[in-house]
């Protein structure tokens, strides 16, 4: 079987992780709720901490695509290949999300990671955002400026899970 016979299909979005575009919107339905508008930099790093914080709480991955260290913080590749070159103009419109990706609708234990992380964080700028991925310790410092730029899901869970047991 080739990849044109069957639409690849994730089996298990609780063991695999979602679309960061899924994850995107659901942070995008929250502010469009409480008439706000979310710009790229603060959506790419609301995603990167759901993320960390779900590797860490729920001991899984909430999405699958690749983060990277960048100059601003942690990027997920897959939507800045969607906003790349939007700069700080508001994202207005959900996006696409690919046929056969699983939502969140039957994941009340990912849902709620990612309201936790929209009221705890959702309220910050794009680049008070940026400051908190870039602490000391944090998955982007330890991995800025190397030659592989991928920030490791193992990385981000150490973390996160270091900061759940200081709280």
């Not at 729920?58 to 999405?63: C, E, K, N, V």
């Not at 000391?136 to 190397?146: E, I, K, L, N």
């Amino acid at each position: 079987m080739t990849l044109t016979d069957s639409p690849l299909k994730i089996a298990d979005p609780t063991r695999t992780g979602y679309a960061a575009e899924v994850v995107a919107n659901a942070f995008l339905d929250l502010a469009r709720a409480e008439g706000r508008s979310l710009t790229q930099m603060q959506l790419h790093k609301l995603v990167y901490i759901a993320h960390g914080w779900t590797l860490a709480l729920l001991g899984r991955p909430l999405i699958y695509n690749t983060v990277h260290a960048w100059q601003y913080g942690p990027i997920v590749r897959r939507l800045w290949d969607h906003w790349g070159g939007r700069g700080r103009a508001p994202i207005a419109e959900p996006l696409a999300v690919s046929p056969g990706e699983p939502d969140l609708s039957d994941d009340p234990a990912a849902l709620e990671v990612i309201r936790s992380v929209w009221a705890t964080y959702g309220q910050m700028s794009g680049e008070e955002l940026s400051r908190l991925t870039h602490l000391d310790g944090s998955p982007w410092r330890q991995v800025f400026g190397h030659a592989a730029d991928l920030i490791p899901n193992e990385v981000t869970r150490e973390y996160y899970t270091a900061l759940a047991r200081s709280a």
